[in-house]
């Protein structure tokens, strides 16, 4: 089967994408990337993600926000930091990493399952739903090694933390429609 190629076109590139990025993460820059590919042969899933660390970080370098923002790379991986570790030009990938994620949230770039959990969160106090079955189970095995109770987190301080980080707007925007979908 032949391979079609991307036709990007130079309008698509953000060209100052490379120093805000960078101006963000200071000494361990992006631009000292050399494309040597260490980072993304350390990756732990690197078989389950369309764009390689080191791919990344040259669409960052090309300015192609929105092929970054819409990979699943940013949000499979798993923060173990070897990319970070065994960089020889010292690129924090993970710190990286971690600022295009906040971008694409903030961009309505949210996957369907980051969603899920902080409604989730809203809703319960829990990221995983405490109650039912669950719950019985939970509390059976707390009790069966005397760990105390499990306190059922306050539901306005956390509305509060999802509202004044703007959180609660993103999501407010994304289930209006204005979201794109991240592939996975």
């Known amino acids: 089967m ?3 190629q991307e036709i990007i076109k130079s309008t698509d590139l953000i060209s100052d994408l490379r120093y805000q990025i960078s101006n963000q993460i200071g000494a361990k820059s992006l631009l000292a990337c050399i494309q040597c590919g260490v980072c993304s042969s350390s990756c732990t899933v690197s078989e389950y993600i369309d764009l390689q660390p080191h791919r990344v970080v040259a669409c960052l370098l090309l300015g192609l ?3 970054i923002l819409n990979s699943n790379a940013i949000w499979y991986c798993s923060l173990c930091h070897r990319c970070t570790e065994r960089c020889p030009k010292n690129v924090d990938y993970s ?5 295009l994620r906040n971008m694409a949230v903030k961009e309505g770039h949210i996957p369907p399952e980051y969603e899920i959990t902080i409604n989730s969160l809203l809703e319960h106090g829990f990221t995983v739903p405490y109650a039912g079955m669950l719950k019985k189970s939970i ?3 707390r009790e069966k090694f005397n760990l105390p109770e ?3 987190p306050n539901l306005e301080e956390i509305e509060f933390i999802v509202k004044e980080t703007g959180l609660k707007k993103i999501l407010e925007d994304a289930k209006k429609g204005k979201k794109k979908e991240v592939k996975t």
């Open 2 to 4: 032949e391979k079609t």
């Open 65 to 67: 926000k929105d092929k």
């Open 95 to 99: 710190f990286i990493l971690a600022l």
């Open 139 to 141: 509390d059976r095995n």
């Open 150 to 152: 499990i306190v059922t």
